[in-house]
């Protein structure tokens, strides 16, 4: 038995079960305020699942977010699929407990993806999943409901991805040097004239895509049709493309469903404000 059929009326269909003793446990104590017992880690299942989210209008030739941050933050999905699945699931297996976790979860989640057969870790520290290329966010239903663990499919030699050294090629810390752009576009407070610079020469306001997109799995997944998300949260509200004007337009509740709300809104209109002001003095 799996979870499977639970999970694909939502759009999720590439997942796999593990026993929680096969996972690298970071934070247990997510575990025992949920009332697992982690003596009997052997009787405890983790099925793990993959949520894609890339859709059409993260292809927009102007976007300048990351592609995850142009529909709205995923944590709320996860939150609407758990608050409708977990009670239901707790009623018709009464007797066992059931947890939902996602990003900030018990396990490390790459690791347990890769065991259960969903797909290979790249060298881009991202799961590549044949269907959606690493544009997926993991999520795990932990239970003491007996599941059967997904057998692992692919020999320890076959968990990395090839190693073609595409993502490291494009990546402009490699040419560039300095912090990760994706890093620098979340830093709080003032920036060094070297990071403002950087900022101002990357074309994304909010994270980077640069090592996704260049990685055949993605050139893959799009040649076999696969890459986008059916499920409507992720197609619904999209922001392909930020502007100053557009971030003042959108009220404290609508922002707050933005997946940079949480740096709140100067961190952005500091990244948008360079980039606007380099486009003056070009
Ligand atoms: S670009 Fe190449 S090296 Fe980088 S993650 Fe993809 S397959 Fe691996
Ligand atoms: S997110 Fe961008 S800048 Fe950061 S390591 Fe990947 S390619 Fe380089």
């Known amino acids: 038995?799996?979870?499977?059929?639970?999970?694909?009326?939502?759009?999720?269909?590439?997942?796999g079960v593990l026993t929680l003793d096969a996972c690298s446990v970071h934070k247990p104590y997510l575990l025992h305020r949920a009332g697992f017992d982690?003596?009997?880690?052997?009787?405890?299942?983790?099925?793990?699942?993959a949520v894609p989210?890339?859709?059409?209008?993260?292809?927009?030739?102007?976007?300048?977010?990351s592609a995850y941050a142009v529909s709205e933050d995923y944590h709320l999905?996860?939150?609407?699929?758990?608050?409708?699945?977990?009670?239901?699931?707790?009623?018709?297996?009464?007797?066992?407990?059931?947890?939902?976790?996602?990003?900030?979860?018990?396990?490390?989640?790459?690791s347990a993806a890769v065991d259960a057969g969903l797909g290979v870790r790249g060298l881009n520290h991202l799961l590549l999943t044949n269907r959606y290329s690493s544009y997926i966010f993991l999520g795990e239903i932990i239970t003491d409901l007996p599941l059967t663990p997904t057998p692992s499919v692919l020999p320890p030699e076959a968990r990395n991805c090839h190693a073609c050294g595409a993502c490291l090629a494009a990546c402009p810390m490699q040419s560039e040097g300095g912090e990760c752009r994706s890093s620098l576009t979340q830093k709080k407070g003032n920036l060094t004239a070297e990071e403002c610079q950087a900022l101002q020469r990357f074309d994304s306001v909010w994270g980077c895509d640069i090592c996704q997109q260049v990685?055949?799995?993605?050139?893959?997944?799009?040649?076999?049709?696969?890459?986008?998300?059916s499920i409507p949260f992720f197609h619904r509200n999209t922001i392909p493309h930020l502007t100053i004007d557009l971030l003042d337009e959108?009220?404290?509740?609508?922002?707050?469903?933005?997946?940079?709300?949480?740096?709140?809104?100067?961190?952005?209109?500091?990244?948008?404000?360079?980039?606007?002001?380099?486009?003056?003095?070009?």
């Open 1 to 15: 038995m799996n979870l499977t059929s639970y999970l694909q009326p939502y759009g999720i269909e590439l997942t």
């Open 38 to 49: 982690l003596q009997k880690a052997n009787t405890i299942f983790v099925q793990i699942f």
């Open 53 to 65: 989210y890339l859709t059409p209008d993260a292809q927009h030739a102007s976007r300048n977010l």
């Open 77 to 110: 999905f996860f939150e609407q699929l758990y608050d409708e699945l977990l009670p239901r699931l707790r009623t018709e297996y009464s007797d066992h407990l059931f947890a939902g976790f996602a990003d900030h979860s018990p396990i490390d989640e790459i």
């Open 215 to 229: 990685c055949p799995y993605t050139a893959h997944a799009k040649a076999r049709g696969t890459i986008y998300t």
């Open 250 to 282: 959108i009220n404290d509740d609508a922002f707050s469903r933005r997946a940079y709300a949480w740096r709140g809104r100067e961190v952005i209109r500091r990244n948008l404000s360079l980039k606007q002001s380099q486009r003056k003095e070009d």
